[in-house]
């Protein structure tokens, strides 16, 4: 990876990141915000390339320079695959071209132990009004330690908070299945099964496999979680024997052997652009994508399912996604972190627009703008349930989201499961054999990690 470990895990805490009681390294942020400069000034934003990006951009310029005219917004985007290195790399040589890095849940770990984001505890305690979010948002987009439990820990430091909250979505068409979503992931995968028999030319399932960023992995883990398996054992940091269980094993039968024969042919490497295309295209019954990603499925310009967003939802249905031996969904999202490395006045500015960005209002309009929010109130708003059909789905989602390991050695596990989910879905790989690879290679990662972060 990009960077070294260079320091231990911070605070106490039973949760995802461990900690064992070491102190993180990195500065802290004031609980007052400086005076701020008067001068132009360029506030800029790494992330990667997908339409929530421009649309933060354009919401910031829009709306933020009616409080701080003299602020542009900015927000640099990469390759999905090369976002976490994008960021790292600078990172690792302690200077940034960014101001505020957007980072995945899984991502604070690792930027927390090597001093790479301000510790914004004491600035959210006097800024934030916490108790408007669900405790889990709050917690998986900016807490270290992060709690596996769902509850917040309030001893716990704080290093971000929520941008963009996502969850998986179900989209299945109205038009060959019917009008009501499965319920089950059995009933899924007989559903799409069926209407793949009955429809030549349409997949029953179109779903992320690829090789990069968490594509594949998240795939996984949601079939394992709802099949009622487990990523690991947060207590005794334990993976193998823990993800390849038998309910592990009976998730990785399930998606090789009974939803990757529904797929289209090819689709070996598909994530969010390939699956919306064929959703798009009307070439499959059933897709599973993130909420933040499906806004274009609605584009007339986009779509061969009708030539006006109301014939396109005659086709299409967004559901919650359906249950099995367990009831969870994947956690998505990121949260806004400052740079240790931003200088002193773009922190000033960082903070400010961080206390602006999370107003109730304000996250309101974010919703309206086609964000995601995070602030219960906005979560519950007509701004944002009215703005786009699977926006109930995300409110209806957030009290079954499941996070994965969030610690330093994120990205070492990740790429572990990528690759072997992928080879897996591929045929390079016995399934059984892929995931009992998994659980061994990735806890000789956690193993070798010696207790930092862990």
């Known amino acids: 990876m990009a960077a070294a470990l260079a320091a231990c895990g911070g605070g106490d805490g039973d949760g995802g990141g461990g900690g064992g009681g070491t102190e993180a390294a990195g500065p802290k942020a004031p609980a007052t915000i400086p005076e701020l400069t008067d ?135 109205k038009d060959l299945i019917g009008d009501e979503p499965p319920e089950t992931w059995d009933e899924m995968i007989s559903t799409a099964q069926k209407c793949q028999d009955e429809n030549p030319g349409v997949s029953g399932l179109a779903f992320h496999q690829a090789n990069g960023s968490d594509a594949a992995a998240v795939t996984y883990n949601t079939v394992n979680g709802v099949y009622g398996g487990n990523l690991w054992d947060s207590e005794e940091k334990k993976i193998e024997g823990v993800i390849n269980d038998e309910a592990g094993q009976k998730a990785m039968d399930v998606l090789v052997n009974q939803m990757k024969p529904l797929t289209a042919k090819g689709s070996g490497n598909w994530f969010i652009d390939e699956t919306n295309a064929a959703v798009a295209q009307g070439k499959a019954c059933i897709a599973f994508q993130w909420i933040a990603a499906a806004g274009g499925l609605l584009d007339p310009a986009q779509s061969t399912l009708g030539k006006t967003q109301d014939e396109i939802l005659d086709k299409l249905g967004f559901a919650t996604l359906p249950t099995q031996d367990s009831d969870v969904v994947p956690l998505g999202g990121m949260g806004m972190h400052i740079s240790a490395y931003a200088s002193e006045e773009d922190q000033a500015e960082a903070l400010n627009f961080m206390k602006w960005f999370e107003q109730e209002d304000i996250q309101k309009k974010w919703a309206a703008a086609g964000g995601v929010p995070a602030r219960t109130d906005a979560i ?20 079954r989201m499941r996070d994965m390991w969030n610690v330093p050695e994120y990205a070492k596990l990740i790429d572990i499961e990528n690759t072997n989910v992928n080879a897996a879905l591929n045929g390079a790989k016995d399934p059984e054999q892929a995931l009992n690879d998994i659980a061994a290679e990735q806890q000789k990662v956690l193993d070798s990690a010696g207790g930092g972060g862990l």
């Not at 071209?97 to 132990?113: M, N, P, R």
């Not at 519950?380 to 009290?399: H, K």
């Open 380 to 399: 519950q708003s007509p701004e944002f349930l009215e703005a786009g059909p699977f926006n109930q789905v995300y409110a209806d989602s957030v009290a």
């Open 39 to 173: 001068d132009p000034i360029n506030l800029s934003f790494v992330w990667f390339e997908w339409p929530p990006a421009q649309a933060l951009e354009d919401f910031a310029n829009a709306e933020y320079t009616k409080e701080r005219p003299n602020v542009t917004i900015e927000v640099n985007t990469v390759p999905n695959a090369n976002w976490h290195d994008a960021m790292f790399t600078q990172f690792a040589a302690r200077q940034t071209d960014f101001d505020i890095a957007i980072l995945d849940s899984q991502h604070i770990g690792e930027a927390v132990t090597n001093g790479n984001i301000l510790d914004i505890t004491d600035f959210v305690n006097e800024n934030i009004d916490v108790d408007a979010y669900d405790p889990y948002l709050l917690a998986a987009y900016g807490q270290y330690p992060q709690a596996e439990t769902g509850q917040r820990d309030e001893n716990a430091s704080l290093y971000g908070l929520p941008l963009l909250g996502d969850t998986w979505t179900m989209i299945y068409r």
